[in-house]
């Protein structure tokens, strides 16, 4: 298993901020994840971060807007840019510790854009 | 195009009874399926998984059955207790290597003590 910290848990922000989401993980991962939930959604997939190369973003999610860093194995961060009320979310980081394994999720981060 | 679909918004259950909280998907591709509960303000938790090749798994009070020709799978929980109130997310992906997972919409449920 592993253990997921994501900072912060909740943020009110202003349109046309941004704001950076950080995930740390308690063990070396391969495959790190970020996915989105909007209000009575389900979960989608932003994009999917290799550490040493460019995050690969899923039909929807463009880089410009949702920049992503991935420094190491433990850590990643998700940056929402130039917000907007559509942007008001739960994101979420996730991980795979293996091949055919369950995803593990951090707690999710609440965004609200004023 | 929601590939993997939960059509139950929400189940209430008498605590003791069965659940049954039901999912069904489209894309022929996916091999791999998983079901996550989640409570308020917490990250979806891993419940229990099936790969295309069983009709069954089972883990304690869990039960998650899969019809390939339908298309559908379920997932049991007996006894229902209190503490399984939460929202169930039935998720699908490929298998072999690390796989896109596809969420459905989840179901709330509600087990009344």
């Known amino acids: 298993s592993a253990v997921i910290s994501q900072k912060p848990s909740r943020d009110i922000c202003q349109r046309g901020t941004s704001l950076t989401i950080q995930c740390q993980v308690d063990s070396q991962v391969t495959m790190m994840f970020w996915y989105r939930q909007q209000p009575g959604q389900s979960l989608t997939l932003i994009a999917t971060a290799n550490q040493g190369s460019e995050a690969t973003y899923e039909s929807g999610f463009v880089i410009d807007k949702f920049p992503i860093s991935r420094p190491n194995l433990t850590f990643s961060t998700l940056t929402v840019s130039n917000m907007s009320p559509e942007d008001s979310s739960i994101y979420l980081c996730?991980?795979?510790?293996?091949?055919?394994?369950?995803?593990?999720f951090g707690q999710g981060t609440r965004l609200t854009v004023v | 195009d929601q590939q993997v679909k939960q059509n139950s918004p929400s189940l209430s259950v008498q605590e003791g009874r069965i659940s049954i909280l039901n999912c069904d998907y489209t894309n022929s591709m996916f091999d791999y399926f998983l079901w996550y509960k989640k409570y308020p303000a917490e990250g979806p938790t891993f419940l229990i998984s099936?790969?295309?090749?069983?009709d069954k798994n089972e883990d304690g009070r869990f039960t998650v059955f899969l019809n390939k020709s339908a298309k559908h799978l379920s997932l049991h929980i007996v006894p229902s207790q209190p503490g399984d109130s939460a929202v169930y997310f039935c998720?699908?992906?490929?298998?072999?290597?690390?796989?896109?997972?596809?969420f459905g919409t989840g179901t709330k449920l509600q087990v009344i003590p």
């Open positions: 998720a699908a992906s490929g298998y072999g290597g690390y796989q896109k997972v596809t």
């Open positions: 099936i790969s295309s090749i069983k």
């Open positions: 996730s991980v795979a510790t293996g091949a055919n394994t369950e995803a593990f």
